[in-house]
């Protein structure tokens, strides 16, 4: 029987995996049953009754990974709730038109399945952990740098999620 609940996402420097890990931790306190797996890693979706799946911000898009695994498994994500969040640093100014461009990277996955909420993070840039071409772009766009994740504002939109596809 489907009865977990999947938390997955893509990353490249780790930050949205905690978001993720923060994610599935709430849902835990509110005994649910849950996974928190990279999308890469994900294979039978069968025991999931519902899943929340993620990607940081890169470019304006999610991450290739994230998208293929909703499009790979669209079907089957078609018949359970779905929530998507993304992860990004030009959120963290709060703008009404940084957040839609956040929005807008999910434009795609939505049109693939519906989600029943969405989620947009702040999240966190290292520039002395980033590859070279990271770094280069994130110098020429002069990207700010430091740990802008609003764990309270996770936590928070997790409880939201549960209460609509597993409520008590
Ligand atoms: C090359 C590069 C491009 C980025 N482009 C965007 C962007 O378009 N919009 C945004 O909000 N954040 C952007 N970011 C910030 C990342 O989304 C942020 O650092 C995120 O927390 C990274 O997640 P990860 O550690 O899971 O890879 C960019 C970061 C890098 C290094």
Redesign the pocket.
């Known amino acids: 029987m489907a009865d977990r609940i999947l938390v997955a996402y893509a990353?490249?420097?780790?930050?949205?995996?905690e978001v993720a890990g923060a994610i599935g931790e709430e849902l835990r306190k509110a005994g649910v049953a849950v996974d928190v797996r990279p999308v890469n890693d994900l294979e039978d979706l069968s025991p999931y009754r519902a899943a929340i799946i993620g990607s940081?911000?890169?470019?304006?898009k999610w991450l290739p990974e994230s998208q293929v695994f909703i499009e790979r498994n669209q079907q089957i994500l078609r018949t359970i709730p779905v929530a998507y969040f993304a992860?990004?640093?030009?959120?963290s100014d709060g703008g009404p038109e940084t957040l839609r461009n956040?929005e807008a990277s999910m434009d795609q996955v939505r049109m693939l399945v519906n989600p029943v909420e969405i989620g947009i993070f702040p999240?966190?840039?290292e520039s002395d952990r980033?590859s070279f071409s990271?770094r280069t772009?994130?110098k020429l766009i002069r990207?700010k740098t430091g740990d802008f994740r609003n764990w309270e504002a996770v936590r928070a939109w997790a409880q939201t999620v549960r209460e609509k596809i597993a409520p008590a």
Do not use: Q
Not at 87 to 91: R, S
């Open positions: 990353t490249r420097y780790g930050s949205t995996a940081p911000i890169y470019m304006g992860v990004g640093l030009t959120v956040a999240g966190k840039l980033l990271d772009i994130t990207a």
